[in-house]
């Protein structure tokens, strides 16, 4: 089953931090710890909400 937000995913960097991002639009953020974790997930949450309409572009737009 897909969820509307599949396209949105988190990895770890090779500095120790993250780096959160759209596979449609190609846009990312970079969190870099320590954070506190309600503060990480607020990121998230938000970065979510601010993606989660996007929809897939052509490669050479992104």
Avoid: W
């Avoid at 897909?2 to 639009?25: A, L, Q, V």
């Avoid at 990480?40 to 050479?60: D, M, S, V, W, Y």
């Amino acid at each position: 089953m897909t969820r509307k937000n599949d396209h949105i995913k988190i990895e770890n960097t090779s500095t120790g931090g993250y780096r959160m991002f759209c596979d449609y639009c190609g846009r990312d953020h970079l969190i870099v710890p320590p954070i506190p974790m309600d503060m990480f997930l607020a990121i998230g949450r938000q970065f979510t909400k601010g993606h989660r309409n996007c929809r897939p572009q052509p490669k050479e737009l992104k």
